[in-house]
């Protein structure tokens, strides 16, 4: 079974650019989960989609970022413009459905850093 | 608001010896408790889950992990360490009546050493 896909793997980018990040789910799953994960910390969830509606954002900070998963499949985190502050390692994870009690599956990660 | 505190920012086991991962969580109600293990350079791996019934939960890699209620606790255990499990270790939770938002613990850096 194929694991959850992102790209790209690292990112540099200057403050005030934009920037997006891809996930393609485990094939079958309907719940799609965004997450920030800065250095010394546990990911934080920045958004929940089951299949292509969202489920959480309230985490999210809307001003500048912005998700999307049309079709129920795939999804994009996007941040415009971007601070120092986002630096940090954005995390896709997918579980067969929104039940708490489904364990999460992760893909690698985009280390994205703002200078 | 639900929270997890992992109190060590780091645990180094000898190999072959047992080895804890502590966990402590606050959550309303009866949680749900997860561990995941990352790998440098890689994503989180799922290694086992608390939900209900029996206190002790074998999960991946001979790991196993204790719930406590009284104690609030779900501390990672292994009776004997490989230098294979030095990685980042995470503990979650989840409120099954409340916000469905998952909640990670800070992490454990464990190192097991030759």
């Known amino acids: 079974e194929a694991g959850v896909a992102q790209s790209p793997r690292y990112k540099i980018i200057e403050k005030r650019q934009s920037v997006a990040f891809w996930c393609n789910p485990i094939?079958?799953?309907?719940?799609l989960y965004w997450y920030q994960q800065i250095l010394g910390q546990g990911p934080k969830l920045l958004i929940q989609?089951?299949?292509?509606?969202?489920?959480?954002d309230s985490q999210l900070p809307k001003d500048r970022f912005s998700a999307e998963r049309l079709k129920g499949v795939d999804s994009t985190l996007k941040i415009q413009p971007a601070k120092l502050e986002d630096s940090a390692v954005y995390l896709c994870?997918?579980?067969?459905?929104?039940?708490?009690?489904?364990?999460?599956?992760f893909g690698p990660g985009t280390r994205l850093t703002v200078t | 608001a639900q929270s997890v505190a992992q109190p060590e920012d780091q645990v180094n086991v000898a190999e072959g010896n047992p080895l804890t991962v502590k966990c402590t969580y606050s959550?309303?109600?009866?949680?749900?408790l997860f561990w995941y293990v990352q790998y440098p350079n890689r994503g989180l791996q799922f290694l086992l889950k608390?939900?209900?019934?029996?206190?002790l939960v074998k999960g991946s890699y001979g790991f196993e992990a204790e719930f406590n209620k009284s104690q609030t606790s779900f501390h990672l255990k292994k009776p004997s360490a490989l230098v294979s499990d030095s990685a980042l270790y995470f503990c979650?939770?989840?409120?099954?009546?409340?916000?469905?938002?998952?909640?990670f613990g800070r992490g454990t850096s464990l190192i097991v050493h030759p």
């Open positions: 994870a997918s579980s067969i459905g929104q039940v708490t009690t489904y364990e999460q599956y």
């Open positions: 094939s079958g799953h309907a719940t």
């Open positions: 989609f089951q299949n292509n509606g969202v489920v959480d």
């Open positions: 959550v309303s109600g009866n949680p749900y």
């Open positions: 608390y939900i209900t019934g029996d206190n």
């Open positions: 979650a939770a989840r409120d099954p009546g409340g916000s469905y938002i998952p909640t």
